[in-house]
């Protein structure tokens, strides 16, 4: 299987629910030849009408993020989800769409053989690691992923959130990234 076969899988598929309420998938951004791989959680809105991932208020940031990174977000990184299709409202995704949805994400990281992962909020950290512990405890620890190394870090959504941590929290993502 090559990823645009995949994503013409994808694009047809019907394992979940959340299918009858898409606009279209979402399958990626970004260069399937990058050895850096960004993972989140599931389409917004903006996702679910453009077909690309992270390209609303949480992509804008996650870009000046990488920029930050000294990297070029289309050649320097590959951006998916943990789902391809948008949960309707932004819900969180319930564990049997994480379930439909994940082999999907394991066939296309083993294409793209990336050499490190950052995975992006609590979706990302408990489908990649399947661990119930939380983005805080686990983000800045390198963990793995099928041997690949996965660097947990807060979900740049979170980091838009008006908070008592915001600051706090922006300077840990920072100090994740730079890891
Ligand atoms: N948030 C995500 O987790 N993924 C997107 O693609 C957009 C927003």
């Known amino acids: 299987v090559r990823l645009p076969q995949l994503a013409t899988e994808v694009a047809a598929c019907t394992k979940c629910g959340l299918s009858t309420t898409r606009t279209q998938?979402?399958?990626?951004?970004?260069?399937?030849?990058?050895?850096?791989?960004?993972?989140?959680?599931?389409?917004?809105?903006?996702?679910?009408?453009?077909?690309?991932?992270?390209?609303?208020?949480?992509?804008?940031?996650?870009?000046?993020?990488?920029?930050?990174?000294?990297?070029?977000?289309?050649?320097?990184?590959?951006?998916?989800?943990?789902?391809?299709c948008r949960p309707p409202g932004n819900r969180r995704p319930e564990p049997e769409e994480m379930a439909a949805c994940f082999p999907y994400l394991n066939e296309q990281l083993a294409l793209v053989r990336p050499r490190v992962i950052v995975a992006l909020g609590n979706t990302a950290?408990?489908?990649?690691?399947?661990?119930?512990?939380?983005?805080?405890?686990?983000?800045?620890?390198?963990k793995l992923y099928r041997s690949v190394l996965v660097m947990p870090t807060y979900h740049p959504s979170y980091l838009l959130r008006p908070s008592p941590q915001q600051i706090e929290a922006k300077r840990h993502a920072w100090e994740d990234l730079q890891l």
């Open 25 to 84: 998938t979402v399958f990626a951004r970004g260069n399937p030849e990058a050895r850096l791989c960004f993972v989140g959680e599931a389409p917004g809105a903006d996702e679910d009408a453009q077909g690309l991932p992270f390209v609303g208020r949480a992509g804008q940031l996650l870009d000046k993020m990488i920029g930050a990174m000294g990297l070029d977000p289309a050649k320097d990184v590959y951006v998916c989800n943990i789902l391809k």
């Open 125 to 142: 950290v408990a489908a990649l690691l399947e661990t119930k512990l939380g983005i805080t405890k686990l983000r800045g620890q390198w």
